[in-house]
């Protein structure tokens, strides 16, 4: 397998334009996790998903977020409008059954807002 | 809430032993992860602690004493490429990540 795939690898967007971050969990695994991390706050669950539906989307910061998972391949992560403080690394990740199985995580993807 | 706590930095000679500490406070929880994350890239599972005592994987081993809301992890006869950050993550309902300890290791 090729384990969870994300693209881009990075993003420079300048302030107020829209980012949209993609994500291909492993095939199989019912659960789907989006992550934030910053050298500050270190890595934070930002939502994640089981068969596709939304559980818990407490950790998204502000309604500028949003996340869907139309299928059980393909999930991505919106910011719109970005700002300066949005830059950070966004990992996905996934895995195989409960919440809290071991997670495989994706290379993230790396936004710089300017 | 939960909290976790780790040190910073850290630094060792190649072919020695280290051990990274964490202390955590949580109403309850599954268990307890080691993620090892080089820079630039993702975290990968390196070890998971249930039950209290030490659970021994090639080089790397990990300790959980629930009563003592503490967890180690040791790494023996190190290498350079074990230069990377080691994350404590509490499993509760979700994963909470510790922001980790960044270990250097020197010739």
């Known amino acids: 397998d090729a384990g969870v795939i994300q693209s881009p690898r990075h993003e420079v967007t300048e302030m107020g334009q829209e980012v949209t971050l993609r994500c291909k969990p492993i095939?199989?695994?019912?659960?789907l996790f989006w992550y934030r991390q910053t050298m500050m706050r270190g890595l934070e669950l930002l939502i994640y998903f089981n068969n596709n539906v939304p559980i818990d989307d407490s950790g998204m910061p502000e309604d500028r977020f949003s996340a869907k998972m139309p299928n059980a391949s393909f999930s991505t992560l919106k910011i719109q409008p970005s700002e300066p403080r949005d830059s950070a690394v966004y990992f996905c990740?996934?895995?195989?059954?409960?919440?809290?199985?071991?997670?495989?995580f994706g290379p993230g993807t790396r936004l710089t807002v300017l | 809430g939960q909290n976790i706590d780790q040190p910073t930095e850290m630094t060792a000679t190649e072919g020695a032993i280290v051990q990274i500490n964490c202390t955590y406070q949580t109403s309850g929880f599954n268990g307890l992860f080691w993620y090892q994350q080089h820079a630039g890239e993702a975290p990968t599972f390196l070890s998971y602690?249930?039950?209290?005592g030490l659970e021994e994987k090639g080089r790397f081993s990990s300790f959980l004493s629930r009563s003592k809301g503490y967890s180690y992890l040791l790494l023996k006869e190190l290498q350079m490429k074990d230069s990377a950050s080691y994350l404590c993550?509490?499993?509760?309902?979700?994963?909470?990540f510790g922001t980790g300890t960044r270990l250097q290791v020197f010739p």
């Open positions: 993550v509490l499993n509760t309902d979700k994963l909470i």
């Open positions: 602690n249930v039950l209290d």
């Open positions: 990740a996934s895995s195989l059954t409960r919440s809290t199985d071991t997670q495989y």
């Open positions: 095939s199989g695994h019912d659960y």
